[in-house]
């Protein structure tokens, strides 16, 4: 609560402080409004500081403020704060783009704490309304337009068709609430034998494709290569990084209230889970745009997540959490370097890395540690939230699992060809990547939970 | 803890340092570990069983940060230790790659330490992934129209079979009792038959494809071929034996049931290798690839003969190890200087070497004969020990592999005599100090260890005694 109540109101200040500044004096601000709101929440996640004032101002069945929900918060507002930072140097005039991501950070908070389906839906609306703007913010490039008008209908059929499933919910179990309306269907299935109401099995089945198209997992994914690509850097990365973990936060709360009637959509969602695995590992093969790739890439990761959605048992949170940190913190230094190497060279596709290591040794190291962590090797962030993440999908679905050994060991493919640029090629561009502070941070903190994953865990959960 | 944490640091040094650093110092940071080394062999001494040294939780509470030391490990960390210094010594050429390559063979020091010394499975593989990222890097500096193909199948195989081997550990893992990697847990799991073949199946692949054997050879020669000579060096002189120490060390204990079923596949196919890469070694035009295929007809041996599972096989296979590691770097290191010189490494295009240096010369014929197994050169005891073992398996089988032997001997000294005898074309510069001292080093394990070979066996007995044992335990017998 603190951290929406905190990111509200800088965007709101920033909106009117800046109207017709330039984006560079003010994204300092909105950086550390957001480490702030992130280091408020973690406060209240170890019980050091508590607001129980501002939060009794929420009905409790609307949206709950426990240590998971203030955790994810503050995981949230940290990488948008990173995001923020990392574009730091933006030349636009105006600081709508600014306040238009944190009031869809707010968006992305109310998702990982609703308690009542409601809550969720205005969640995902105040996420993409902003979204759409801010997918389309480059006006004269025809691919953003592009983008965010698909991104718009996409999000609005997926709406639609997750607000029907919300009313079959209603119908079949009596209830919006998280905490109530599991409780009645699971009960006569299990208890009395009864075949679960039909309203309840389309109600889940609706639901979770519209939470499906939010995460990108395959067969909702099409949007997000062109949407992806289409739109401005930032956005990109926003969407890639905080939208998914949120949809994913939201998606195993909602599936986690069915625990009792898993046979029912376990199956299906294993099985989109692995098509999604493989098809965002094969098709990222033979991109050539940088960008296209990490969208494949994520679409990957999507997958790999969906195993976590059959596991879940409201102990094990703090796997998606770590997952999602290790994910975000490589996402942000490929993508940092990425872009300030399209924007040096004027090329989107691979060639832009060519030369890389020569030219600046302390870069090509970074890009190796980021990249390595997306594939999953060891010592890297990326390697230990795979292995808490398959070990622990094991026992729920081992086939699964095989197919996200088998996915990673294809990334490898698309991912290595990073390096290939970098170490093998050749290139007289000169220019070189600016912005070591933060590169360097970014290494650092993968390495970290990296070489001790447990130490950092326990002092947190 | 000292011996990975150690090389690592010197590898952030040598990168700091860049291009001021000298030879000097940088193969003296990487003898370090070997006093550290020695410290071990003095402290825990190789009669008792695996001794945990250092122990702290890492990955969970129960997958911990564990290494232990025995004489299986520290047959393992001297070669490691020894080589090394060898590479930095001799084998790092001075262009636009020296530091580079300097700074990942230390980093992979520490990590291939890590990988001898692991004794909890999670850590054996992340020290086991880790130590491919170095020469993953080093492969890269290598040029030409395939390369980025060349290494990245290379690091496909071996990462396939890496993710196998990680598939079978966890499920090891999640049938221990309190969810623990550590290595008396796994061993502890009773499988049934099936389970225990597609465990083993795993745990096998990631070790089968390392070595190489047969059917998993074909990253091989080409990687070898075009990659530096100290990434070369590494691979067949060290790392090549993490896949023969797993074997040892992991796949037998933990899947003894599976041993039965893959035995006469595991050595059919090494036979196989060991007469495949022999006679395709003797039609070789490039050192290089002739001394990649004889190192495949090698080590195909050794790993027949660890899965002979006799008392000699298993001696032997140490022993071998150890000398294939200080023989194929040796090898390695004469061809990269005779490259460096004359800038060939074709047969057809060198000759008469030995008519101006003739200090070169009786090093290449000392490393050959021990690579020929020459009696009192260190290739003799192990290799007989082997086909010994071989014998008591199968005769037939050991018959096929000994003419090994021969086919050895007409492919090194057709080698030697390619390239040092006959009409005079080019010239080996004189030695320099670190080179010398490359050659000095390898030199005395070559006649010492021809010598005195019940050294090594000595160290490594107790070790391979208990994993016999283990073994014998879960098949009911032991040959």
């Given at each position: 609560?603190?951290?929406l ?58 949206m709950s403020?426990?240590?998971?929900q203030?955790?994810f918060s503050?995981l949230l ?27 869809s950070l707010c968006g992305a908070y109310m998702m990982v704490s609703y308690q009542h389906l409601v809550m969720l839906f205005l969640g995902i609306e105040v996420l993409s ?33 997750f ?15 998280l ?31 519209g939470l499906?198209?939010k995460v ?26 905080v939208v998914k973990i949120a949809a994913f936060v939201a998606f195993y709360r909602f ?207 | ?479």
């Amino acid at each position: 609560m603190i951290a929406l109540f905190v990111t509200f109101f800088s965007a709101v200040v920033l909106l009117f402080l800046g109207l017709n500044k330039k984006e560079s004096n003010y994204s300092i601000f909105a950086a550390i409004s957001l480490f702030v709101s992130a280091g408020l929440s973690w406060a209240c996640s170890a019980n050091l500081i508590s607001f129980g004032l501002l939060e009794s101002w929420v009905p409790a069945n609307m949206m709950s403020f426990g240590k998971e929900q203030h955790l994810f918060s503050a995981l949230l507002a940290f990488i948008v704060g990173l995001i923020i930072l990392m574009f730091r140097k933006n030349e636009v005039v105006g600081n709508d783009q600014l306040g238009l991501m944190m009031f869809s950070l707010c968006g992305a908070y109310m998702m990982v704490s609703y308690q009542h389906l409601v809550m969720l839906f205005l969640g995902i609306e105040v996420l993409s309304i902003p979204l759409f703007v801010l997918a389309g913010a480059s006006k004269t490039n025809l691919a953003s337009n592009e983008a965010s008008l698909k991104y718009f209908l996409m999000g609005a059929f997926s709406t639609g068709i997750f607000l029907l499933g919300t009313a079959f919910i209603y119908g079949g179990s009596g209830s919006l609430e998280l905490e109530m309306m599991g409780i009645k269907p699971s009960f006569m299935h299990a208890m009395q034998g009864m075949p679960l109401p039909v309203l309840i099995n389309a109600g889940i089945v609706l639901m979770s494709v519209g939470l499906l198209f939010k995460v990108a997992a395959a067969p909702f994914h099409f949007w997000a290569p062109d949407v992806y690509e289409g739109s401005p850097n930032r956005t990109t990365l926003f969407m890639a990084t905080v939208v998914k973990i949120a949809a994913f936060v939201a998606f195993y709360r909602f599936l986690n209230t069915f625990a009792g009637i898993a046979d029912a959509w376990k199956g299906w969602i294993s099985v989109l889970g692995a098509i999604t695995i493989l098809w965002g590992n094969l098709a990222a093969l033979n991109q050539t745009s940088v960008k296209r790739t990490l969208a494949f890439s994520s679409i990957a990761h999507a997958g790999y997540l969906v195993m976590f959605l059959l596991m879940a048992d409201g102990t094990n949170t703090w796997i998606l959490w770590f997952y999602g940190l290790a994910y975000a913190l490589a996402s942000v230094l490929v993508f940092s370097i990425a872009n300030q190497l399209s924007v040096s060279t004027g090329k989107n596709d691979f060639s832009a890395f060519d030369g890389l290591a020569k030219r600046s040794p302390f870069v090509g190291v970074a890009l190796v540690i980021g990249v390595l962590s997306m594939a999953g090797i060891p010592v890297s962030a990326g390697f230990n939230a795979k292995f808490y993440l398959f070990s622990f999908a094991w026992q729920h679905m081992p086939w699964l699992v095989g197919v996200g050994l088998l996915g990673s060991a294809i990334s490898v493919g698309y991912y290595f060809k990073f390096f290939k640029h970098a170490f093998m090629q050749e290139s007289e561009d000169a220019s070189p990547v600016l912005d070591r502070g933060l590169l360097l941070f970014l290494s650092a903190l993968i390495l970290l939970l990296g070489a001790m994953p447990w130490a950092v865990l326990n002092s947190i959960f | 803890m000292e011996v990975i944490i150690i090389p690592i640091l010197a590898s952030i040094a040598v990168m700091a340092l860049g291009k001021k650093n000298q030879i000097w110092l940088s193969a003296l940071m990487s003898m370090l570990p070997l006093v550290f080394v020695a410290q071990f062999f003095d402290r825990v001494g190789v009669d008792g069983g695996w001794k945990t040294l250092f122990d702290q939780p890492w990955i969970s509470d129960n997958i911990r940060f564990t290494t232990g030391f025995d004489g299986l490990t520290g047959i393992l960390l001297l070669l490691t230790n020894i080589l090394v210094p060898v590479i930095i010594l001799g084998g790092i050429r001075n262009d636009e790659h020296r530091v580079k390559i300097t700074a990942l063979t230390l980093f992979m020091q520490g990590a291939l330490n890590g990988v001898f010394m692991a004794q909890d499975g999670l850590m054996f593989y992340i020290f086991w992934e880790l130590a491919l990222i170095p020469i993953y890097f080093i492969t890269l500096t290598m040029s030409g129209v395939n390369a980025f193909k060349i290494t990245l199948r290379f690091f496909i195989y071996t990462f396939v079979g890496s993710l196998a081997m990680l598939a079978s550990l966890i499920y090891l893992f999640l049938h221990t009792a309190n969810y623990s990697f550590a290595f008396e847990a796994l061993r502890a799991v009773e499988l049934s038959h099936t389970e225990s073949i597609f465990v083993g199946g795993g745990i096998l692949l990631a070790f089968l494809v390392k070595i190489p054997v047969l059917p998993f050879h074909s990253w091989q020669a080409d990687t070898y071929t075009n990659t530096p000579a100290a990434g070369t060096m590494l691979l067949s002189g060290i790392m090549l034996k993490m896949g023969l120490y797993g074997l040892l060390r992991w796949f037998l204990p933990l899947a003894p049931e599976s041993i039965e079923f893959y035995q006469p596949w595991v050595i059919g196919l090494s036979v196989a290798g060991v007469l495949y890469g022999a006679l395709i070694a003797i039609r070789q035009k490039d050192m290089k690839r002739l001394v990649a295929f004889s190192s495949l007809s090698h080590v195909g041996l050794i790993a027949a003969g660890i899965f002979t599972l006799t008392l000699e096989g298993l001696e032997g296979s140490v022993i071998q190890l150890f000398v294939h590691g200080i023989n194929v770097v040796g090898l390695f290191l004469v061809i990269e200087l005779i490259e460096r010189s004359t800038g060939t490494r074709m047969l057809g295009e060198l000759g008469g070497l030995a008519k101006n240096n003739r200090l070169f010369m009786i090093f290449f014929m000392l490393i050959a004969l021990g690579t020929v197994a020459v009696p009192f050169t260190n290739g003799f005891p192990g290799e007989l020990l082997l086909l010994k073992s071989l014998y008591a398996y199968r005769p037939n089988l050991s018959l096929l592999a000994g003419l090994t032997i021969i086919f050895c001997a007409v492919y090194v000294f057709r080698m030697v005599q390619f390239s040092m005898f006959g009409e005079g074309k080019g010239e080996v510069a004189s030695l320099k100090w670190n080179e010398i001292l490359a050659f000095g080093i390898i030199t005395f394990f070559i006649l010492g260890l021809g010598f005195m070979p019940q050294m090594l066996i000595d160290i490594v007995h107790n070790s391979i005694v208990q994993i016999g044992q283990w073994v014998s335990e879960a098949r009911g017998v032991m040959s």
